[in-house]
């Protein structure tokens, strides 16, 4: 299986600041990275998939790069509602694994 | 747009089988994969397995022995079942579609709510 790891597993920051959450594969894994964001009570919602494509409906100031075993998810000017978990998820090759999330907290 | 939601029961008894329903609206469900994911509580997802809407499976290895996974075109279901269940089978599972780019990617673009089953006796 290919494991993900994203360091740190919370990270406090304040409205405004821009925010990078990274992911490390244990293998390449090209770009078939996805990125979600959970909030409390609530399913995980798709932010950006192909490492770098933004789902629809997201807003621009969620930007995603990398490849191969190194990705991050950037956060250019966090709001209040971003306060979430964020997860990782590889589909390069199954069992499709995930992170084990990084919680931001405002 | 799409919407999905679990329904099945919400207790089951250890060594008894977890039986979920996902059944999708606001459009089809074929010519997509449809997963179920896992996540016990506070903490990480678990990739279950998916069934594409021509009956084709892939399971987690992890669950493959107990997994059973089924689709129905004509009522726009899709199934999991979980034989041999454990407390640490107890988790809210989600029912989830994917879409992809051939070659390019594969993500889950639309979740249901999830449902708790816990598995006690």
């Known amino acids: 299986d290919i494991h993900m790891t994203q360091p740190p597993s919370s990270l406090s920051t304040s409205v405004g600041d821009r925010v990078t959450i990274t992911c490390r594969a244990s293998?390449?894994?090209?770009?078939?990275l996805n990125w979600y964001q959970q909030k409390p009570g609530k399913a995980p919602e798709l932010l950006i998939y192909a490492a770098s494509s933004l789902q629809s409906g997201v807003p621009s100031r969620f930007r995603g790069s990398g490849s191969g075993t190194d990705f991050t998810l950037t956060i250019s000017s966090l709001q209040p509602e971003d306060s979430a978990t964020y997860f990782c998820q590889q589909t390069f090759s199954t069992p499709w694994t995930f992170g084990q999330g990084t919680k931001v907290e405002i | 747009q799409v919407q999905l939601q679990e329904s099945g029961p919400g207790l089951v008894k250890p060594s008894e089988t977890l039986s979920l329903t996902c059944t999708v609206s606001?459009?089809?469900?074929?010519?997509?994969?449809w997963s179920w994911i896992r996540q016990p509580v506070g903490k990480g997802l678990e990739w279950v397995g998916r069934v594409y809407s021509s009956g084709a499976t892939s399971y987690n290895p992890s669950l493959q022995s107990r997994v059973t996974m089924s689709v129905d075109t004509s009522k726009n279901q899709f199934s999991l079942k979980l034989s041999s269940v454990t407390a640490a089978d107890t988790a809210i599972y989600y029912c989830?579609?994917?879409?992809?780019?051939?070659?390019?990617?594969?993500?889950?673009?639309?979740w249901g709510q999830g449902t708790l089953v816990t598995v006690s006796s």
């Open positions: 989830v579609r994917g879409s992809s780019v051939p070659g390019k990617a594969y993500y889950f673009d639309s």
């Open positions: 606001g459009g089809s469900i074929s010519s997509y994969y």
């Open positions: 293998q390449s894994i090209s770009n078939f």
